[in-house]
Each structure stands twice: as structure tokens, then as C-alpha cells.
């Protein structure tokens, strides 16, 4: 119930963001929003009409009559092959026209780039992302920052990035985002997505950073597929893999003194769902690409990230 209220909730949210227009949401937030309501317009235009007199120009301009001219009562039909000449041109004419004007729209647009086509906002020859995925307590946290230490990356948490949205005086997220968090479900993707890339735009103008991290993002399809058009496309994703028993034994523990919502059996328990049937669809997705690299993160934070680095060389070269 609680689950189902939260998407209910987020839907309207949304719902009355979309129809608020731009002053309703934050500047920030909403400069994110636009390009997507625009690639989704569809341009309509009408370029011919017909009007009432355009119709009666096409009445004949007098009604034949074959009463004149009969002998004997008898009618005489006029010569048909000169009738039938009469009305065959203009259709030659016409479909020759529509034809022609048909080749030349269709050559046009082979030329034209598609309409609908984004460009990301970073390339990825300047800045380079890897996804961090993982269920939740796989370690993704641990293994950032250790990262972040020998390879300069900057590590962006989405969790965390919400979790301080959701903090901030004025949020008109903030309640969408808590109850999404506390019952382990993915909060809409336009406002997280929106939270990375402003992440990601303020570390390159502050410290000319273009290494990032991106923790426990993307969730589910649609936040992939969406990120990479409109964001930056990921150069790999970092997988780590954990049994269920072995990250809930971890989630429990973190519990004691995290101070999270969601460090509770309840909410560990939406959260393993949710990452079984809308998080693991991703990294299936990437795998079909090849795009992942996969480490089993059960053993002790030195070992997995021993692993870790093993791992990322092989796929990225010494210097990653
Ligand atoms: N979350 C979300 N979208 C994201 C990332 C996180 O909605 O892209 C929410 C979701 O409710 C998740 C919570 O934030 O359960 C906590 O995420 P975090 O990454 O902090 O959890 P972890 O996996 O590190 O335990
Ligand atoms: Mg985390």
C-alpha cells in the first residue's frame, strides 16, 4: 500500500510540475526538465485548406443538356473520347505533381539529421563515467572511496544526492523523495537525473574534475537509457556482487548507527526487490553490451578492492 502511495504520489507531483511550467520548479532542476518535454513535441502544420469557394470552382460550369438538337425525340450523347480526354489530364498532371514533390521531400530528408537526436551535455572523450552498481550493502560506498583516493575520481552518490535534496529548505521534492526512500523505491528519474548532471556540471567548473563515479545509479532502465542520451554516455559499469544474506547481515549492522530511513528489516526488504526486478534488468543490459565488470564483493573491503583494481585495468588499461 505504502509502495503504491508513493508512486501515486510522485505521478501528481510530476503531474503538476509538467503544468506549473517553468517558474514552479527550481532553477536548477528545471533547466534539466526542458529538453525532455521538447524532444517529445511534435510539430503540426497545415499548409493547404479548402474553402467554400476553392469547392465551387470545381462545379461544373454549366449543366449539359442533351434535349437540343434530338430528332425525333431522340437524344444524342456528345463524342465520349473527347469527354474522356478532358477529365484524363488533370489526373496525370496531379499525380505527376504529387510524385515529384513526394521524391523531393523524401531526398530532403535523407539530408536532414533526425529531428529527435540529442546531443549529451558532456562527451565521452572529456569526462568519463562508470556506473557503481550493486544491491544495496554490496559495498559500492567502501569501494568509491578507495577509488577516489588512487585514481582522482569524484564519487557521486545518487542515495546521497536525494537524501540531501531531500534535506534542503524548500525541496518541493522532499517529501516525494522520503517516502520513496523509505519504502525502497526508485524515485523519478527526472529528478535525480537533473541532481547528477548539476553534480557533475558544478565539480568540472569548480576543480576541472572529469572523472566521475556515479554510486548506485542507474536503478532501472529508463534512467540508463536516459542518462546516457541526455547526460554523458558511462564508459563501463563496476558490478559488485553479493549475496542477499550477506548484505542484509551488513545493512542491519550499518543500521545501529547510519541513521538511515531504510537501515531497517522492513525497508532492506523492498529494497532487495527492488534491485532483483528493476535493478538487475540494467546490469543485464549492460552485460549484453559487454560493458561490465563484475567483482564478488563478499570478502573483505582490501580484498574486493585488490580485485577491483585487477579487474578495471584489464578493461581500461593501467590508467583509468
Ligand atoms: N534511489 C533512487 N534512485 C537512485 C538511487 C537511489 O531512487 O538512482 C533511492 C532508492 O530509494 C534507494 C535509496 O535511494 O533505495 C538509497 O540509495 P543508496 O544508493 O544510498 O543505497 P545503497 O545501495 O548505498 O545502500
Ligand atoms: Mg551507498
Redesign the pocket.
Known sequence: MAATACGRQAWRQLMRNSCRGPAATPSKLLRQQQPYRLAFQRQTSSTTRTTPSSLLRQQPLAQRSYSSGSQGGQQTPPPRSSNSQIKFWPFVVLIALGSGGYMLLINRRKTMPPTTQTTPAFSPSEVTVLFVLGG??AG??TQCARLVRDYQFTHL????L?REEQDRPGSQYGQLIKD??KN????PMEV?IALLENAMRDTITRTGNKKFLI?????KMD?ALKFEEVVCPAKLVLFYDCPEAEMEKR?LERGKTSGRA?DNAESIRK?FR?FVETSMPVVHHYEAENRVVKVISTPPPDQVYADTQVQLKKALGDKF
Open positions: 544495496p550493502g559500492k560506498g552518490s545518487a542515495g546521497d536525494l520513496c526512500i525502497g523505491e526508485i524515485v535525480t554510486d548506485g545509479f542507474p536503478r534512467q545493512l531504510d529494497r527492488t
